[in-house]
């Protein structure tokens, strides 16, 4: 590589590192970390065990992205001085000790960009995930099991927790809901992605007469809270136990007790039925119920709700975020992005890194950042 393009290089990568300081805010991560730190050294940190883990891991993750963005500083730096060295020299082999360096800043580099696609309020915070069949009857409730297995392939091989909080089985085949909890770096920002109504279009192994039918389900993701962060009243709960049942394989503790509680002034129904005893299922369904709750709050401000949810929306037809076509050709699209795959059995069996990494670029090219 001639040395006039290796310098244009190095001067695209000097622009991008800049322009992902911006979007990061480095300078008010740099002020945070005092806050971080001194919460972080607090002898009654882990008094709350939920706040030392969120405390502890948002001050990792800031000096991680910091010192990243400084390292990468002082290497284009040095990287652009040599260059000068070498071409004054015309010293081939510094000169291509310069490719190799800036070969691997700019791999380094794209590790940085890929973190600034997460700048939500809530997307470092716990992601649940709820699926519903919507319309297309039974077709419906076999494409939302289908919906739950692409996740959980997906979660599998990634670095992802998580636990299948509730199924709900359907009448002939499928499930009629699922809800999962994920936890991991940027889970909320991740799964946000998934928000919305899922479309399928095949060849349905229900009909008798093999004919093209479409069905619906809807995928909703709200970030998880503290319990503590929302004042429940336990008067305004009812309380139900039942026997765990249904799909999820492994994921799901089949025992007797699952516990339902009812919000009774907003009617929201959480269900838990993944832990092994009833006060474990308990508390995780009050986890849940919190979490829905603030949602609610945030939904009846319209300001905020645009921000971390968009509009809300039935799953039926014309209000699709995501088309999935068995027949009469085979090709996922998503419909906010037009990212499209034709390896739609790869997708099914959890492929869905290119249209979550598709929807976070179309979201910050939204925010009109990109």
């Known amino acids: 590589m001639e040395p006039v393009e290796l310098r244009g290089i190095v001067a695209e ?52 992205t910091i010192g990243l963005v400084e390292t990468l500083a002082d290497s284009i730096d040095d990287v652009s001085v040599l260059l000068d060295l070498a071409t004054e020299e015309g010293d081939a082999a510094s000169l291509a000790e310069v490719e190799t360096e800036v070969m691997d800043l700019s791999r380094q580099l794209a590790i940085l960009e890929r973190e600034s696609l997460f700048f939500g309020e809530y997307d470092d915070n716990p992601a649940i995930v709820s699926i519903n069949a ?15 297995r692409m996740y959980v392939r997906y979660l ?11 199924v709900s089985e359907g009448e002939e085949a499928g499930i009629k809901s699922a809800t999962l909890t994920i936890k991991g770096d940027h889970a909320y920002g991740t799964f946000e992605s998934e928000r919305g109504t ?12 093999s004919r093209r039918h479409t069905a619906f389900a809807g995928v909703d993701v709200i970030p998880e ?10 008067e305004d709960l009812r309380i139900d136990t039942y026997r765990a049942s249904g799909a999820g394989g492994q994921h799901v503790n089949k025992t007797d007790s699952a516990v339902r509680i009812t919000h009774v002034p907003s009617g929201i129904v959480v269900s838990c039925q993944a832990e ?7 508390a995780r369904a009050m986890q849940l119920l919190a979490a829905r709750l603030a949602e609610k709050a945030r939904q009846d401000q319209a300001d905020t709700v645009a921000s971390i949810r968009g509009e809300q929306t039935e799953a039926g037809w014309g209000r699709q975020i995501r088309s999935y ?11 906010r992005t037009d990212f499209e795959v034709g390896n739609i059995q790869g997708v099914l069996d959890g492929d869905v890194d290119g249209l979550i990494d598709s929807y976070l670029h179309w979201r910050r090219s939204e925010r009109g950042e990109a």
Request: net charge negative; proline share 3%; charged share 30%.
């Open 156 to 166: 599998e091989r990634s670095s992802f927790t998580f636990v299948v909080d509730e």
């Open 198 to 209: 899922h479309r399928l279009v095949r060849i349905s192994p229900f009909d008798s007469q």
């Open 134 to 148: 919507g319309a297309g009857g039974v077709d419906a409730q076999d494409w939302a099991e289908m919906i739950l």
């Open 276 to 282: 092994r005893s009833q006060m474990q299922n308990k």
């Open 325 to 335: 076509v068995l027949q009469p050709y085979q090709m996922v699209k998503d419909l």
């Open 13 to 64: 990568l000097a622009t991008r590192l800049n322009d992902a300081r911006a979007f990061l805010d480095i300078e008010g991560k740099q002020a945070e970390l005092t806050d971080l730190r001194s919460q972080a050294s607090a002898p009654d940190l882990w008094d709350d065990q939920d706040n030392a883990r969120r405390v502890t891991s948002r001050l990792s993750r800031h000096e991680q």
């Open 225 to 234: 809270v503290d319990v503590a962060e929302v004042e429940i009243d336990p």
